[in-house]
Structures are given as C-alpha cells and as structure tokens.
C-alpha cells in the first residue's frame, strides 16, 4: 500500500463523495471562508482519492476542500490517488480529519465507534493504528453514553467536550437536560457548569442522607414500640423473649411468647 506521490488534477464532477465521511456537520461560514482562500491561492492540500473499476474517484479525505472548490466554481481540484482497502479509507479519513479538519469531539467519538463495530477492532487495536492513548479512545466514546438527543445539543449549540464530561457526572437523563437549559440560558463556561453539577449532586446526595435519617429514625420508633410494648406488658418475666437481628438486609425481631403464662392458655 504506497502513495503515488504525484499530484494529479482530478475533475470535480469525477469525484463522489465517502458515505463513511466522519465529519458530518460543515459551518457555513468556514466554508465560505475556505471557499475564499481557495478563489486566491487554489487548493494548496491535495485530497486524497481512491480510483475505482469504473473510472470515477472515491472521496477518501478532503470533503471540506472539494465543497469549498465547488462553491469558488474549480472544475478541478489536485488529488493525491491512493490504493486502500475500506478499512484503511475509513482510518484514513478519520486521521485526515482530526488533524488537519478539527473534527468535532461528537463526530470523532462516533467515528471511532463506527470503525471499530464494523471492522471488529478493540480500542487498544485502534489506538496503535491511529497512534494514540487508548485512554483518548475510551474517554471520547464515553460520551456516547449521553443520548443522542443531548450530543445534538452539544454540538448544535457548541458546548465543550468538557461541559459534555461534567454531565457524565450525571445518571438522570432529564436532569442533564435542566442543566443544559440552564447553561444555554445564562451562557455558563466549563467551570460554571462543572459547579452546577456538583451542586446538584450535593443536593441529591443531602436529600439521600435526610431520607436515609427519616428511615433509620421511622425504624428506630418502631423498635422502641415494640420493645416498650412488650416490657409494659412484663412478657420477659413470664418466659417470653424478645430477639433482635440485623441481616444486613433487614432487621428481623422475634418474639417467642410460651403458649402458656401463669397456668393461662394465650
């Protein structure tokens, strides 16, 4: 597998596009100013392509270059044509991105899904081929644990990947969607919402302490009652027996009352 390393002008209606494309989402206003930069200086990074049986050309890398030479009216654009199996286009394409095309954290952690649910590759396997942290792997496809309708938000509004980690801190799904509502209304940075969180698992794990004391007090009056029941009726002193236990997963009282008390049958 080897770069034919001339460049070679390509026509654009030749060129179809790559449905495995990592980036989904293309701003309109970066594209136009790319659209510009390419109306004065040309393309200056070839695309990569990939030539098929029928004589047309696979989009492996560059899809914001090829949209950009569109709208400046090029009927050609340089590509560097390379020979790859669909695995190698898909890696390919993902590395083009996230180093020259600052891919978003959203679409590069789907990316990195896509690749490794398709091909079968584990993410340590994955790291070595891209050349990162499998950490950097891992921690990105966790935000994929946010629904799908919350990484919308994220990327719609352009919220950090670390105001996306602050909500993984977070188990309710509702709940994550207050606080971005919150964080959208008064325009919180990272450190603003990372404190919001906090502050809402403070105030769930308070609310859990005084449910937790309700109980153990609710328990505790109801053992008192049953022990003052039972010495006000003076059961111990005609044989009875009053036995307390905890499980670990409840608290079990027995109380063994002899059928007979005082030459009276109970």
Known sequence: MMFIKKTTEI????????????????????????????KEFGVLQP???????????LLIAGERRLRASIMAGLDRVPAVIKEANEEEISLIALVENI?????????????????????????LALSEKLGKN?????????????????????????????????LLKIEDD??????????????FNVKQTEKLVEDYLTQKENQEREKNKIKHISYKLYLNTLRRTFNDMELNEKGATFKQEDTGNDLR??????????GMVI
């Open 11 to 38: 026509p654009i209606n030749m060129i179809k596009t790559n449905s495995q494309q990592p980036r989904q989402i293309f701003a309109e206003e970066q594209l136009l100013e790319l659209r510009d930069s390419i």
């Open 47 to 57: 695309l990569i392509l990939k030539k098929e049986a029928n004589g047309e050309y």
């Open 99 to 123: 180093q020259r095309e600052n891919l978003g954290y959203i679409e590069e952690a789907r990316a990195y899904k896509n690749i490794m649910e398709k091909y079968g590759i584990s993410q």
């Open 134 to 166: 499998q950490s950097t792997i891992s921690n990105k496809i966790r935000l994929l644990s946010l629904p799908e309708d919350i990484q919308n938000m994220l990327v719609e509004n352009k919220l950090t990947e670390r105001h996306a980690r602050a």
């Open 174 to 187: 509702q709940l994550r969607r207050v606080i971005i509502g919150k964080v959208l209304k008064h325009g």
């Open 253 to 262: 009282i027995t109380i063994t009352i002899p059928k007979e008390i005082q």
